[in-house]
Structure formats: C-alpha cells, structure tokens
C-alpha cells in the first residue's frame, strides 16, 4: 500500500514539473491553428 502510494506522489511531483512544458506546447501547437482559422 505504502508503495504504491509514493509511486503515485512521485509521478503527481513529475507531473506538476511538466505541466508547463506541456502548457507551453500546447499553445504551440494551437496558435497556428486558430491564426489560419481566423485568417
């Protein structure tokens, strides 16, 4: 039980690191297309 737990913390811990990247690549790939949709 206890094991799982700290996976679980652990991969919360990575998670809330990569959210920005994720963020950021998000509005990377999502820019483009709501500039070509407006155009």
């Known amino acids: 039980m206890y094991f ?4 679980s913390q652990r991969l919360l811990f990575t998670l809330e690191k ?3 990247y ?9 820019f483009p ?3 070509f949709r407006f155009l």
């Not at 799982?4 to 996976?7: E, G, L, M, R, V």
């Not at 994720?22 to 999502?30: P, T």
């Open 4 to 7: 799982a737990f700290s996976i």
């Open 18 to 20: 990569m959210i920005p």
């Open 22 to 30: 994720i963020v950021f690549l998000y509005h990377i790939a999502i």
């Open 33 to 35: 297309y709501f500039v």
